[in-house]
């Protein structure tokens, strides 16, 4: 069953006429989309279509040589990526970007520096202030593992390398959560690891959306069991360009889908 949050029908995240190029390759080509509040997107394509790409030009990562992106109608076309992170918009990547040597906590907390007082000055001179921060982190990295998977809290101060395939991404996903985005982007979750894996960390996904706050997810994914079970809608994408809009069994029944993306002639 489909367990997922009915979506808002106010847009929360749109592009218009986005294009990206890299010398002579265009990888997004005119592309027009939006994501509504509180639903759950599934952004699908054969590799090189365009998923990952259209993520790293809203996070700023890479500025788009033309178009426009806007979140909550403000105006995100060409920001940084930390005035990005400051919208309250968050990702993971489809290779993990964990430092193994650190805690559990260590990574997650590196996730909230919205809040984080990193002063060289305040860490060394304001010790009681330094405390009380560190303790309220903590907490706050406590009570979002407990919530997200309770297994995971007793391995709070254990280095990452320790961890399981499964363990080390639920860490990812905690450390783009932690700062309580309302959007989130999720660059393919299941890789390197198995189905059963992947569907336990989508449920924890939920019970996180569920409990703490709802937040909007962008999902790419090539595991349709996964799209099928998790999106009310899907965007599917084609060496850049937007090829079909729908609900998934709209977009699997789609022709051209079927050919760009499922191979079928």
Do not use: W
Not at 15 to 27: I, K, P, S, W
Not at 243 to 257: L, P
């Amino acid at each position: 069953m489909n367990q997922v949050i009915t979506p808002l029908t106010n847009k929360i995240l749109e592009a218009h006429q986005l294009t990206m190029r890299f010398g002579g390759v265009t990888a997004l080509d005119a592309l027009d989309l939006h994501v509504n509040e509180g639903e759950v997107l599934g952004l699908l394509g054969p590799n090189g279509s365009g998923k990952t790409t259209f993520f790293n030009v809203i996070t700023g990562l890479y500025h788009a040589s033309s178009g426009k992106v806007t979140f909550r109608n403000k105006d995100l076309t060409g920001a940084s990526a930390q005035a990005v992170y400051r919208e309250a918009i968050t990702r993971t990547f489809q290779r993990s970007r964990l430092s193994l040597p650190l805690t559990v906590f260590d990574n997650i907390a590196i996730g909230d520096n919205r809040r984080l007082n990193t002063g060289l000055i305040f860490n060394l001179f304001q010790r009681d202030r330094f405390k009380q921060e560190y303790e309220k982190v903590v907490e706050q990295v406590n009570t979002l593992l407990v919530t997200f998977n309770p297994k995971l809290a007793s391995k709070i101060f254990e280095p990452v390398a320790s961890l399981s395939m499964i363990d080390r991404r639920r860490i990812e996903i905690c450390r783009a959560l932690i700062s309580e985005p309302d959007l989130l982007l999720l660059d393919e979750p299941s890789a390197g690891m198995t189905h059963d894996e992947t569907a336990e960390v989508m449920d924890d996904i939920l019970q996180v959306r569920g409990k703490i706050k709802p937040f909007t997810i962008v999902l790419i994914e090539h595991e349709m069991g996964l799209i099928q079970r998790m999106t009310e809608r899907c965007i599917v994408l084609n060496y850049g360009k937007k090829i079909a809009e729908g609900t998934y069994d709209e977009i699997v029944n789609n022709r051209e889908v079927q050919v760009a993306y499922l191979g079928q002639e």
